[in-house]
């Protein structure tokens, strides 16, 4: 525990461990409806940042910022002897709306959910870069020192990298760097000397791995 601030500095797998553990106990009806268990989806991408991080570029610790210290932060990287405040946001395809989702499947009436891998390759890149651009009118008062986590949760066949830096090029001023999360791979938008970046997307987990935690973690339920 940081004595300071109050921040508890975890190994990567540690805290993706933790996160699993919290949202294996919730139904997702409750998980994505209700704001208690934000603080455990944020832990999931912390920890699966950390992962890469570590894996691709140097030995790192993540702390879940639940202080008052740096309120625009979810989680601080510690890593190369200095600490990185990091914001999460989430993308999805525009008009989704996932907790009305997970109601309706609790309810029986909704059933599926469309799966369309070709409009996210083409379409993605301008997703992410659209809701940077909505960070960036938030004018937060530290944003140049905050380094930005985009999880891109849409299905996307062979999202190019090359594309989401383009579309996302005209805001790389707006933060001191950003990076973009998939469930299977991290890639820098951009990033400074002092962090580090990675050249293209680094591979997190095979679908494989992916679906095999994913079932870990779903509620005894079945949903």
């Known amino acids: 525990m940081d004595k300071n601030l109050g921040l508890a ?3 990567p797998n540690a805290l993706l461990l ?30 699966m940042f950390g992962l890469g ?18 309120t ?5 990287l510690e890593a190369r002897g200095a600490r990185f405040p990091f914001q999460i946001v989430e993308v999805m395809e525009p008009g989704r ?18 799966y369309e891998p070709e409009r996210g390759h083409f379409d993605g890149p301008q997703w992410i870069a659209r809701l940077i651009k909505q960070k960036v009118a938030k004018s937060y008062a530290n944003a140049t020192s905050i380094h930005l986590l985009v999880y891109a949760n849409f299905p996307a066949r ?15 001023d707006s933060f001191a760097s950003a990076w973009v999360l998939t469930n299977l791979h991290l890639g820098a938008l951009w990033a400074g000397d ?6 293209g997307w680094a591979e997190l987990q095979t679908i ?6 994913v079932g870990l973690r779903r509620p005894s339920s079945g949903q």
């Open 9 to 11: 500095f975890r190994a």
């Open 18 to 47: 933790e996160a699993e553990n919290e949202m294996s106990a919730v139904e997702q009806e409750r998980l994505f409806n209700d704001a208690r268990h934000q603080k455990s989806r944020e832990k999931w991408c912390a920890g």
């Open 53 to 70: 991080y570590e894996r691709y570029l140097h030995p790192c610790r993540v702390a879940i910022n639940a202080t008052k210290f740096r």
């Open 72 to 76: 625009d932060a979810d989680f601080f």
């Open 97 to 114: 709306r996932r907790g009305a989702e997970f109601k309706g499947f609790a309810n029986g009436t909704v059933t599926s959910i469309p």
């Open 158 to 172: 062979a999202l190019q990298h090359a594309a989401v830096v383009a579309a996302s090029a005209r805001y790389r």
């Open 194 to 199: 002092d962090l580090g970046r990675l050249e």
């Open 208 to 213: 494989e791995q992916y679906n095999e935690r």
